[in-house]
């Protein structure tokens, strides 16, 4: 008689190697890309992996923690802010007619950047522009030419 062990070898969580902001679907079913004054939209965090998987896990940072933000290169357009219940989550609000750049950083909680796994770049997102355009009608006006 042989015994024979086997173990079977989990294969190592895969680690982001690049971070992707990704538009989300507002409530009244517009792209968070097409949002009007009188509505809003959000925006999410999503990283990938080597492969180019998105379901990959955040970057390790340094052991401190992560703390994620986003910003608006136009808030006059445009603003965002973290939701309150996902982190990862940016809520868009819009302000007035025009074209906002959306972005986010991720830093490790002393303040210091975030690298890939090569220990050398940032971990980056690259921005995606978000149109604001005119609000509901809400009543009807008769012009005379």
Same mark, same amino acid.
Request: negative net charge.
């Given at each position: 008689t ?7 070898? @989990?294969?190592?969580?895969?680690? #982001?190697?690049?971070g992707?902001?990704? @538009? ?6 517009? &792209?968070? $890309? ?10 999410? &965090? @999503? ?10 896990l955040?970057?390790? /940072?340094? $052991?401190? $923690? ?21 982190? &990862? ?10 074209i ?18 090569? /220990? +050398?770049?940032?971990?980056?997102? #690259?921005?995606?522009?978000?149109? +604001?355009?005119? /609000? &509901?009608?809400?009543? /009807?006006?008769?012009? @005379?030419?």
């Amino acid at each position: 008689t042989v015994n024979l062990n086997v173990t079977q070898m @989990q294969p190592p969580p895969r680690r #982001a190697v690049a971070g992707k902001l990704t @538009q989300v679907i507002t409530g009244d079913g517009k &792209l968070a $890309g097409q949002v009007t004054v009188d509505t809003g939209g959000k925006v999410e &965090l @999503q990283f990938v992996d080597d492969k180019g998987d998105t379901d990959a896990l955040a970057p390790l /940072g340094n $052991g401190t $923690g992560l703390v994620f933000s986003f910003s608006s290169d136009t808030p006059a357009v445009a603003t965002v802010a973290q939701s309150g219940s996902n982190p &990862l989550e940016g809520d868009v609000t819009g302000v007035a007619e025009g074209i906002a750049n959306i972005g986010a950083t991720v830093l490790n909680t002393d303040g210091s950047p975030v690298l890939e796994p090569d /220990g +050398v770049t940032p971990f980056t997102f #690259a921005a995606i522009p978000v149109t +604001v355009d005119a /609000g &509901l009608a809400v009543s /009807g006006a008769l012009i @005379q030419e």
